[in-house]
């Protein structure tokens, strides 16, 4: 008798332990879907050195400089209204592989480009697959990841992005010593090498649950959540969320082809739900995710990353060689200070370190107006402000990695409901790039009217609003499942009661030992 207690017990602990094998491939799974992020990240990159020879070589004024390396961001408006519905349409996995192939094909005209208009158009289909990928990435990685790890895979997009923008930075400085015509006509072609083997990856991965049980697929959604889940008593409870939050009744058997109404497949009553008539608690959540990817560009940050040389350059660096190789020294500092989030997420919270890194922010970029004033106003070479504006971007870009730049996709990908997250993560992704391209194609216009220095007190001013924000009105979400956001923002009490049933439909699986889950036998995928 006390054996067999002892089995039980054994067998129970096993349940309740993580499976790592599962962690590796949900953790795989997540960077290939944030992939998708390294196709912006090396545009970013590769256009702030490319533009010093594309100015040359095709004879444009400042202001077609501005234009180019900022309207890739409105262009991509057009890709985040368009993923957010083809991903509810074809799926989370297919709506990445059109990313790539869109991306691949703007990729090629740009480095075919032989004037202007030419590399406009190629920026322009560029930028209906960066706006796919902007969207589709954080979407897809939250809701394969499990509660315990989702601040750390979530996060891989914004990972994907700063390493994209090293390797643009890198790609300058490699073809930067080839002839005028050619140099930035291959930095710009060799984009299209990442897109290619993004969609063939795709293939390995499978559908997001939270899609698959919106079209009424509940055996294969839950064959996916026993490959990516912690534990079976996860991949159950994840279940049963699911389907609450689908409208399912709990007891409608883990089959396929399960008849989804319209309104919960996430098509029709979205956009009066977000936008027209939405509740307290969803207007709660949409001002939260527009206000942060708001912030995290009007603070600067594309004016940093993409006009670097020209910002070092007013620093009295000179020599093309100089200015690009001291991007590399930023890229490879917001690539480091990234990977260093994605650790603390998950440990720390979002909260703490978004509010610790927009301070950071703030000081850095103060320092940085002090550096390039002093600079301004003398002639000559003045080595201590070199050194200054040097160090305080470095200082910038590492505080925002470490913080706003991460928390920004991990958090509006996380704290939407189920039936808007496409929606509405969709529209921060709009709100991010409009505010991007405004800043972008504004940067060089406002230092000629404020000065240079002036522009970053400007940024600064602004990144103090934002700590504000965030501590006035940013809630921790560390920990909670998706599902569990609807207690946190205060929803109505009939989703509370739905809630109330999950948990007693966990409890009910507990006592007997058996799911759903387990019981079917799932289609492959």
């Known amino acids: 008798m006390g054996e067999a207690n002892k089995e039980a017990k054994l067998v129970s602990e096993e349940a309740t332990l993580p499976n790592r094998r599962n962690t590796r491939f949900a953790s795989a799974c997540a960077v290939l879907a944030s992939m998708t992020s390294i196709l912006l990240g090396y545009d970013i990159g590769v256009m702030s050195g490319a533009a010093i020879f594309i100015q040359k070589d095709l004879?444009?004024?400042d202001v077609q400089v501005e234009v180019l390396l900022g309207i890739i961001n409105l262009y991509s408006?057009?890709?985040?209204?368009?993923?957010?519905?083809?991903?509810?349409?074809?799926?989370?996995?297919?709506?990445?592989?059109?990313?790539?192939?869109?991306?691949?094909?703007?990729?090629?005209?740009?480095?075919?480009?032989?004037?202007?208009?030419?590399?406009?158009?190629g920026r322009f289909v560029a930028g209906i697959g960066v706006g796919y990928a902007l969207m589709i990435a954080p979407v897809y990685t939250a809701e394969v990841s499990p509660a315990s790890a989702r601040g750390f895979l979530t996060s891989f997009p914004?990972?994907?992005?700063?390493?994209?923008?090293?390797?643009?930075?890198?790609?300058?400085?490699?073809?930067?010593?080839?002839?005028?015509?050619?140099?930035?006509?291959?930095?710009?072609?060799?984009?299209?090498?990442?897109?290619?083997?993004?969609?063939?990856?795709?293939?390995?991965?499978p559908e997001s649950p939270r899609w698959l049980v919106l079209q009424g697929r509940l055996a294969d959604a839950a064959y996916v959540l026993d490959r990516i889940s912690d534990t079976p008593e996860e991949a159950r409870l994840r279940l049963d969320e699911m389907k609450s939050a689908a409208g399912i009744p709990s007891d409608t058997p883990t089959a396929n082809n399960i008849p989804i109404s319209q309104t919960n497949r996430g098509g029709s009553g979205v956009w009066r739900d977000l936008y027209l008539h939405p509740t307290p608690a969803v207007r709660r959540v949409l001002i939260s995710a527009i206000g942060i990817h708001f912030f995290q560009q009007a603070s600067g940050i594309d004016s940093v990353v993409l006009y670097s040389p020209q910002v070092f350059k007013k620093a009295g660096i000179s020599g093309d060689n100089a200015l690009l190789g001291m991007t590399v020294a930023v890229g490879f500092t917001k690539t480091i200070f990234i990977l260093v989030a994605t650790f603390?997420?998950?440990?720390?919270?979002?909260?703490?370190?978004?509010l610790t890194s927009v301070g950071g922010m703030i000081f850095s970029l103060m320092w940085l107006?002090?550096?390039?004033?002093?600079?301004?106003?003398?002639?000559?070479?003045?080595?201590?402000?070199?050194?200054?504006?040097?160090?305080?971007?470095?200082?910038?870009?590492?505080?925002?990695?470490?913080?706003?730049?991460?928390?920004?996709?991990?958090?509006?990908?996380e704290i939407f409901p189920m039936r808007l997250r496409a929606q509405g993560a969709a529209a921060g992704v709009v709100v991010n790039r409009v505010t991007s391209g405004i800043i972008t194609m504004t940067f060089i216009s406002l230092y000629k009217a404020i000065s240079i220095g002036g522009s970053f007190f400007l940024y600064a001013g602004v990144a103090a609003a934002a700590w504000v924000f965030f501590y006035g009105y940013v809630r921790e979400t560390?920990?909670?499942?998706?599902?569990?956001?609807?207690?946190?923002?205060?929803?109505?009490?009939e989703?509370?009661?739905?809630?109330?049933?999950?948990v007693k439909t966990k409890e009910?699986?507990?006592?007997?030992?058996?799911g759903e889950a387990a019981a079917a036998a799932p289609a492959a995928l």
Do not use: Q
Not at 344 to 353: K, Q, S, T, V
Not at 495 to 502: G, V
Not at 508 to 514: E, H, R
């Open 59 to 61: 004879h444009i004024s």
């Open 77 to 121: 408006l057009v890709g985040s209204f368009a993923a957010g519905r083809t991903s509810d349409w074809i799926g989370r996995r297919y709506t990445i592989v059109v990313a790539a192939g869109i991306f691949f094909v703007g990729a090629l005209l740009m480095g075919f480009a032989t004037n202007y208009i030419f590399l406009m158009c």
């Open 158 to 205: 914004e990972v994907f992005i700063n390493s994209g923008i090293l390797l643009g930075y890198v790609s300058n400085f490699a073809f930067s010593h080839l002839s005028l015509h050619m140099g930035w006509r291959l930095m710009l072609g060799v984009g299209a090498v990442p897109s290619v083997f993004l969609a063939l990856g795709v293939l390995a991965m």
């Open 344 to 354: 603390l997420l998950d440990r720390i919270g979002r909260r703490p370190l978004l």
């Open 369 to 413: 107006g002090i550096g390039l004033t002093a600079a301004d106003h003398h002639e000559g070479k003045l080595m201590w402000a070199v050194g200054l504006c040097f160090s305080s971007i470095l200082a910038y870009v590492a505080f925002f990695s470490i913080g706003l730049g991460p928390v920004t996709w991990v958090y509006s990908s």
């Open 478 to 493: 560390r920990g909670k499942t998706l599902e569990e956001m609807g207690k946190l923002f205060g929803f109505s009490k």
């Open 495 to 502: 989703e509370m009661e739905e809630e109330d049933e999950i």
């Open 508 to 514: 009910m699986t507990s006592k007997n030992g058996t």
